[in-house]
Structures are given as C-alpha cells and as structure tokens.
C-alpha cells in the first residue's frame, strides 16, 4: 500500500469518525428533548408544572427513564432522518417526478426553506400529539394500577397515595383528594399542589 492510500483511508476514517460523533451528539440532544416533552405531558396531566421541581439532571435521563419514550425517540429521529434523505435522494434521482409532485414549485427560489419549515411544523406537531397521548396513557395507568405507596417523615407521620412519579428532589404523590410534592432532601414535611 502507497503511502498516499494510507493517509487516504485515515482521513476518510477521521471524516466518518467526526460525522458518526457529530450525529449521535444530535441525536442525544434531539432525544433529551423528547423527553422533556413526555416528562412535561406526563406531570402535566396531574397539574404538575414539572420544569418548577426538576433540575437539568432530571432531564437528562428523562428519556433512559422510560424505555416507550426511549424507543419513541429512536424511532422518531430515525424517521424523521430517513424521510429527508428519501426527499434528498428522490429529488436527485428522479427530479422530473419529483416537481410533479410539487407542481413544480421545487423550481421556486422560496422552496428549500418552505420545504424544511413544513418538515419542522409536521414533525414538531407529531411530538406534541404523541407526547399528549402517552400523558393521557400514563394518568389512567397510574389512576387504574397504580400501587398505593406510604411515605414516612422525620415526625414518624406516614402518607399514604398513588405514586405519580419522582424527581431527584421530590416525589409526587395522588391522594383522593390532591396531589403533593414530597421534598426528598429537605425539613418541609410536603407541598401541596392542586
């Protein structure tokens, strides 16, 4: 092998390696957002505003938390990429198909930015409906099944609800007649919510 050959494959190596690190960088990005948006429907469903009781680290995992938001995400984000390269790749290979389709209008100077807009809109409208639909599903799972939890203080008084979920810093619970914020770490016994 040539010494150029070499410094060829090492720099392809190194394009493909910046380009696999840039898209997963993305893609972690890309996900956290969703599951800011389910933990946000999630919460929202029991009149929780769960951004006032959650860090930045709770939002991180959010997405690891729950493996249906996580396969969401995946799913999503390779959906959405595949549907662009198909739309990248079928104006490239077919381009008189392709304007048909469009009426013609991929000819327009204002397309390319019209174009992507729709996608964002389309896709952004997607989420939100999905993640409004797993909220709804999780408030009847949790009102049907969900296990009666009790929660012991300092003062040796127990509380006893339906488990909504939990933050690094508090615990949310459902009780016949409201929903409390429990800190985890601090002397305020609850926080009543609605």
Do not use: C
Not at 77 to 94: H, Q, T
Not at 124 to 149: C, H, P, R, V
């Amino acid at each position: 092998m040539k010494q150029t050959d070499e410094g060829l494959i090492k720099n392809s190596y190194e394009v493909i390696i910046g380009e696999l690190q840039t898209l997963m960088s993305i893609s972690y990005i890309i996900t956290v957002g969703i599951g800011m948006l389910f933990s946000f429907q999630k919460y929202h469903q029991f009149g929780i505003n769960i951004f006032e009781y959650a860090d930045i680290f709770d939002f991180l995992i959010a997405p690891f938390s729950d493996i249906k938001v996580l396969l969401f995400s995946f799913g999503s984000i390779f959906f959405g990429f595949s549907l662009i390269r198909f739309d990248v790749y079928w104006k490239k290979k077919n381009p008189e198909s392709y304007s048909k389709i469009n009426m013609g209008m991929d000819k327009k100077k204002w397309f390319n930015p019209v174009r992507y807009t729709v996608y964002s809109i389309i896709l952004l409208s997607y989420l939100y409906i999905a993640s409004d639909g797993y909220g709804n599903s999780i408030k009847k799972q949790i009102e049907t099944e969900g296990k009666t939890i009790g929660v012991k203080f300092n003062d040796g008084d127990i509380r006893k609800g339906i488990l909504i979920g939990k933050t690094s810093e508090y615990l949310f619970l459902k009780t016949k007649e409201k929903i409390t914020a429990i800190p985890v770490k601090s002397m305020v016994k609850e926080i009543d919510i609605k």
